[in-house]
């Protein structure tokens, strides 16, 4: 469509699931994709490969984000193959399970220190490189607006700063015409997801599936497009909110 065409975006934890859906629309719009991934190069590298497959342009970087420099890891190898950022997509993330009796302080600090630390220290060391007029969206989830799935009250947690980090960057930087936007997605059908939703037509599923009353479990494709319109112009008069990608889960 080339809504983005001549623009660069960075997307972490783009190898996979949501973030390589974003990453392949991104791609598919015209934009030239960093593609972060922290552990599986192998799936960084089949990301880069279908966007390119798609007439795209692409390229993988790693960092372990988490990890004291992260930040710093992550911009220099993105500085490798590019000059200036359009679009920053802050997905990347991890999920330590359990109540609020069973999450270790070890997991813990490990699901804030990716979830929480390292977008707000990518974003602030990406400023310098973010062109006025670019975009800023963070992946959050429809558990900061309601008491669902208390069995991962970590992950919620830190999600629910990300949407505060949300509205209080985009009134600082929106001086420079630069839009911030959180996408809030409910259960997604990733591989991520796979071990605990079970195979097609199981209970779980079919129970998760009746969370939104579409009826069905959504597809990375789906978050992809929403983030698509909020990297484009056509999202210019929109900045610092919260957009339900959850297929109506938490009316």
């Known amino acids: 469509m080339g809504a983005l065409r001549g623009k660069t975006a960075l997307v972490t934890g783009g190898s996979r699931g949501i973030g390589r859906g974003i990453a392949e629309r991104l791609g598919r719009d015209g934009a030239r994709v960093g593609v972060h991934y922290g552990s599986d190069g192998a799936a960084a590298k089949e990301t880069v490969a279908a966007i390119e497959e798609a007439g795209g342009s692409a390229f993988a ?83 900061t607006r309601g008491a669902g799935m208390p069995g991962i009250i970590a992950y919620s947690m830190t999600k629910g700063a990300i949407d505060v980090f949300t509205a209080k960057l985009a009134a600082t930087v929106g001086e420079r015409g630069i839009t911030v936007n959180a996408v809030a997605p409910g259960v997604i059908d990733t591989d991520m997801n796979a071990p605990w939703l079970g195979d097609e037509g199981s209970r779980t599923r079919t129970e998760v599936a009746g969370w939104s009353p579409l009826n069905r479990l959504a597809r990375p494709a789906e978050v992809a497009d929403v983030v698509a319109f909020l990297a484009s112009d056509d999202s210019r008069w929109v900045t610092g909110q919260w957009i339900d990608v959850t297929g109506g889960a938490l009316l």
């Open 61 to 143: 970087i790693r960092a372990e984000l988490g990890a004291p420099g992260a930040a710093e890891a992550l911009w220099e190898a993105y500085d490798a193959h590019a000059d200036g950022v359009d679009v920053l997509v802050n997905n990347a993330g991890v999920v330590a399970p359990g109540t609020v009796s069973e999450v270790s302080e070890e997991d813990y600090d490990r699901v804030f220190a990716v979830n929480t630390k390292a977008p707000f220290f990518v974003t602030r060391l990406g400023l310098d490189r973010l062109r006025d007029g670019g975009r800023i969206v963070n992946v959050s989830t429809g558990l």
